[in-house]
């Protein structure tokens, strides 16, 4: 799922940097999705996230096309991509404090996935 989602938000956002695991997981079996540093301040948690999806949140997981509209309507608040690029840097450059340090398991962009993995025909997808 988080190549599905990184690749149609490349698709639709040419300039996004989409990062996965920024911050260590505790289980596999779901991940939040956010924005750092853009939204309504009521909405960022204390880390500067603006969630668009949190597996503490929702019953189901958002369909790819849920999150990229949810990113789309974030980004017509701010006028275009580029100036909501530009609040995100400004934020994360003056509060740079409460933001947490990577995980060493960071990803950029889609991952690989292993051969394994990848469902043949009329088989079910492996599940971890």
């Known amino acids: 799922m988080y190549n599905e989602i ?10 996004i940097n989409v990062i996965g695991n920024y911050e260590k ?4 079996k779901g991940f939040d999705v956010y924005i750092r540093g853009v939204g309504l301040s009521p909405d960022l948690d204390e880390t500067g ?3 668009l999806f949190s597996k503490n949140q929702e019953r189901r997981f958002p369909t790819v096309q849920e999150i990229v509209d949810k990113v789309i309507m974030l980004v017509m608040t701010y006028g275009d991509s580029f100036k909501l690029a530009d609040a995100q840097e400004k934020f994360i450059k003056d509060n ?9 398991g960071i990803q950029r ?5 292993p051969e ?3 469902p043949k025909t ?6 971890y």
């Open 49 to 51: 996230r603006f969630m």
């Open 25 to 28: 997981l505790n289980h596999m």
């Open 6 to 15: 990184a690749t149609e938000l490349k698709r639709v956002f040419p300039n």
């Open 109 to 113: 962009g889609t991952v690989p996935v």
């Open 96 to 104: 740079a404090k409460i933001i947490p340090k990577p995980y060493k």
């Open 116 to 118: 394994h993995a990848i």
């Open 122 to 127: 009329n088989e079910k997808p492996v599940r």
